[in-house]
């Protein structure tokens, strides 16, 4: 079992600046993705950034350039850095654990909120 919680979230003014932090405990292990996603309500959980065992990481198209995915492999936590904010960036942002072997499995946070608005 892998536990996630997620902070860092707020309200922030459009151009502004946050940074979220995913605090991971229980059973890590390679190979694995962890990422972040967020979801508006009506519309399904999309996939902002993740970043693999063996550090590959992956962009939304609406986020490169603005956000970094980086991870303290020795605090066993996830960041995203959010620079240049939008108010489409409003939204839900999740913290994901995607463990890959023996058998794929997902684990999520609880979420925290994201609001750009000025």
């Known amino acids: 079992q892998v536990q996630l919680v997620e902070s860092g979230g707020g309200l922030v003014q459009p151009g502004g600046s946050l940074r979220l932090s995913c605090a991971a405990s229980g059973s890590i292990f390679s190979p694995y993705v962890m990422g972040w996603y967020r979801q508006v309500p009506g519309k399904q959980r999309e996939l902002v950034a993740r970043i693999t065992s063996g550090d590959i990481t992956n962009y939304a198209d609406s986020v490169k350039g603005r956000f970094t995915i980086s991870r303290d492999n020795a605090k066993n936590t996830l960041y995203l850095q959010m620079n240049s904010l939008k108010p489409e960036d409003t939204a839900v942002y999740y913290c994901?654990?995607?463990?890959?072997?023996?058998?794929?499995?997902?684990?999520w946070g609880q979420g925290t909120q994201v609001t750009v608005s000025s």
């Open positions: 994901n654990y995607r463990q890959l072997l023996p058998v794929r499995s997902d684990y």
